[in-house]
């Protein structure tokens, strides 16, 4: 341990972010990394506990606790704080495949659990994975290697980040690797899913040009759409993996939900994403239009600085939910995952150019009016009780508000598979998931992970998800 007094020495110091009002004139990241002797400083921070709950990657009351990666956080901080940045990535990439892409992009459940937080203010683990992340690549410690074959071949179905991390852990096991993408990109929901502003599409591209230089090879506008596409693959190669992600989006039924200016989040981001890498003009462009954003989470977040760098007139957004608490209540303890009132990069923005916060709690949309385009969302507010145990909403009276609406953005999340994945691969389903033991499908030959098999999830779980896929597969290949 470098310096055991480094969390009371120094205070937490987050990697630079640019003013809500420059960084929406333009599509790129706004972070500047600390400079190296302030990154290592931020490391000491780091106590060492003797119950790292920053690793944990346990679950209570339904949410994750710590890293789900099980990344070893503290031994990589303690040769970060020493200035063993070479050390320390190697015992970062120990357990993280793509620390560039987690360090952007991650939540980081980690700062939640990490003790220093119980009191005071968490350690910078994120900065500190994508500081160590870009260290790596600038100094050439991530180079295409070597790779002896075992002889074997699998394919991956879907190149998101569970099929990534899977691809990548099957190839340096000395395995064959073909994956399999239907879009144009490699790269799933980090391609397009997530906006440029989080994520740039060089640092995916980066990444992927050095998977194809070890050997494994990427098919794109390959969609399998059919048993007939399927099957084929299954008696070709040794393995298949299904990582096909969780993209059945939750809808509502309201009257007027059919109208032109209606769309799920992910569309919108999507055909954002393919303008700027194509150079060509958005379809769904909220440029001049009255948004409202219906949905609480990241992907409603991403929509807000979106559209406000688009050229939205407006932007609200409507949450079923009441506002949360500033700080913990004392029902909600650490290390438990903090209930607390979060606002999103995007939500900034929004406020800092409007002056005026774009959230409307305890609401729900009640009608969509127009002919065929969408004009207008009738609101009405929601009273929150508990009965039976459970946290219930009942419709206030009177509280109806019109709206005026362009466009409608859908961003509730996601229930499960696209429909037809069952007849499609041959494989059973569980609640919108596809049912697995230990990875293994109802289909010989045929494995599954990341949200296709667990349901919608953070990205670093959906890697955790690949790795574990990838290493279950070897294991069951080689006993037999």
Same mark, same amino acid.
């Given at each position: 341990?470098?310096?055991?007094?480094?969390?009371?020495?120094?205070?937490?110091? /987050?990697?630079?972010?640019?003013?809500?009002?420059?960084?929406? $004139?333009?599509?790129? %990241?706004?972070?500047?990394?600390?400079?190296?002797?302030?990154?290592?400083?931020?490391?000491?921070?780091?106590?060492?506990?003797?119950?790292?709950?920053?690793?944990?990657?346990?679950?209570?009351?339904?949410?994750?606790?710590?890293?789900?990666?099980?990344?070893?956080? =503290?031994?990589?901080?303690?040769?970060?704080?020493?200035?063993?940045?070479?050390?320390?990535?190697?015992?970062?990439?120990?357990?993280?495949?793509?620390?560039?892409?987690?360090?952007?992009?991650?939540?980081? =459940?980690? %700062?939640?659990?990490?003790?220093?937080?119980?009191?005071?203010?968490?350690?910078?683990? *994120?900065?500190? %994975?994508?500081?160590?992340?870009?260290?790596?690549?600038?100094?050439?410690?991530?180079?295409?290697?070597? @790779?002896?074959?075992?002889?074997?071949?699998?394919?991956?179905?879907?190149?998101?980040?569970?099929?990534?991390?899977?691809?990548?852990?099957?190839?340096?096991?000395?395995?064959?690797?073909?994956?399999?993408?239907?879009?144009?990109? @490699?790269?799933?929901?980090?391609?397009?899913?997530? =906006?440029?502003? $989080?994520?740039?599409?060089?640092?995916?591209?980066?990444?992927?040009?050095?998977?194809?230089? !070890?050997?494994?090879?990427?098919?794109?506008?390959?969609? @399998?759409?059919?048993?007939?596409?399927?099957?084929?693959?299954? %008696?070709?190669?040794?393995?298949?993996?299904?990582?096909?992600?969780?993209?059945?989006?939750?809808?509502?039924?309201? /009257?007027?939900?059919?109208?032109?200016?209606?769309?799920?989040?992910?569309?919108?981001?999507?055909?954002?994403?393919?303008?700027?890498?194509?150079?060509?003009?958005? *379809?769904?462009?909220?440029?001049?239009?009255?948004?409202?954003?219906?949905?609480?989470?990241?992907?409603?977040?991403?929509?807000?600085?979106?559209?406000?760098?688009?050229?939205?007139?407006?932007?609200?957004?409507? /949450?079923?939910?009441?506002?949360?608490?500033?700080?913990?209540?004392?029902?909600?303890?650490?290390?438990?995952?903090?209930?607390?009132?979060?606002?999103?990069?995007? @939500?900034?923005?929004?406020?800092?150019?409007?002056?005026?916060?774009?959230?409307?709690?305890?609401?729900?949309?009640?009608?969509?009016?127009?002919?065929?385009?969408?004009?207008?969302?009738?609101?009405?507010?929601?009273?929150?009780?508990?009965?039976?145990?459970?946290? *219930?909403?009942?419709?206030?009276?009177?509280?109806? /508000?019109?709206?005026?609406?362009?466009?409608?953005?859908?961003?509730?999340?996601?229930?499960?598979?696209?429909?037809?994945?069952?007849?499609?691969?041959?494989?059973?389903?569980?609640?919108?998931?596809?049912?697995?033991?230990?990875?293994?499908?109802?289909?010989?030959?045929?494995?599954?992970?990341?949200?296709?098999?667990?349901?919608?999830?953070?990205?670093?779980?959906?890697?955790?998800?690949?790795?574990?896929?990838?290493?279950?597969?070897?294991? !069951?290949?080689? $006993?037999?």
């Amino acid at each position: 341990m470098s310096n055991p007094t480094g969390f009371m020495d120094y205070s937490r110091e /987050e990697i630079i972010s640019f003013p809500p009002k420059e960084r929406v $004139k333009n599509n790129q %990241e706004f972070h500047k990394l600390l400079d190296s002797k302030k990154q290592e400083i931020q490391a000491s921070r780091c106590m060492q506990c003797g119950i790292p709950f920053c690793q944990a990657g346990i679950h209570i009351k339904g949410q994750t606790i710590g890293c789900s990666n099980l990344n070893l956080i =503290p031994e990589w901080n303690d040769l970060l704080s020493r200035g063993l940045w070479e050390l320390a990535y190697r015992r970062l990439s120990l357990t993280m495949p793509f620390p560039e892409i987690t360090g952007r992009i991650c939540p980081a =459940p980690c %700062e939640n659990s990490c003790v220093c937080n119980a009191n005071g203010e968490a350690v910078t683990i *994120k900065d500190n %994975e994508l500081a160590l992340a870009e260290y790596a690549f600038k100094n050439g410690l991530i180079k295409p290697r070597n @790779i002896a074959r075992n002889g074997a071949k699998i394919a991956i179905i879907g190149s998101g980040p569970a099929g990534l991390a899977c691809a990548d852990t099957l190839n340096l096991l000395g395995y064959e690797v073909d994956v399999y993408e239907r879009d144009d990109r @490699i790269g799933g929901l980090l391609m397009y899913g997530i =906006p440029d502003v $989080k994520l740039e599409k060089w640092v995916v591209q980066r990444r992927i040009d050095i998977m194809k230089e !070890e050997g494994i090879t990427f098919y794109t506008n390959h969609g @399998i759409e059919s048993s007939s596409d399927f099957s084929p693959l299954v %008696e070709k190669y040794d393995r298949v993996v299904i990582a096909i992600g969780a993209r059945k989006h939750i809808s509502f039924d309201i /009257e007027g939900g059919n109208l032109d200016g209606i769309y799920n989040a992910l569309d919108f981001l999507v055909a954002n994403t393919k303008s700027i890498l194509d150079s060509k003009p958005n *379809k769904l462009s909220a440029k001049n239009k009255h948004v409202v954003v219906v949905g609480s989470g990241d992907t409603s977040t991403d929509c807000f600085a979106v559209a406000i760098r688009q050229g939205a007139r407006s932007v609200i957004r409507l /949450e079923r939910s009441p506002s949360k608490p500033i700080k913990r209540l004392n029902s909600n303890p650490w290390p438990e995952y903090p209930i607390v009132l979060q606002t999103g990069y995007g @939500i900034e923005e929004s406020i800092a150019i409007n002056n005026s916060d774009p959230r409307r709690f305890s609401t729900m949309p009640k009608l969509f009016i127009g002919n065929k385009n969408l004009q207008a969302v009738m609101t009405t507010k929601l009273q929150w009780g508990v009965v039976d145990g459970k946290k *219930k909403s009942t419709e206030i009276l009177q509280s109806s /508000e019109t709206i005026q609406a362009d466009m409608v953005l859908k961003a509730m999340g996601f229930s499960g598979c696209e429909d037809g994945v069952s007849e499609i691969f041959g494989v059973k389903m569980d609640k919108g998931n596809i049912m697995n033991n230990n990875f293994r499908t109802s289909r010989a030959k045929v494995y599954t992970c990341g949200d296709c098999k667990i349901g919608a999830s953070l990205v670093v779980t959906a890697i955790k998800e690949g790795r574990e896929c990838a290493n279950a597969l070897h294991l !069951e290949l080689f $006993k037999s």
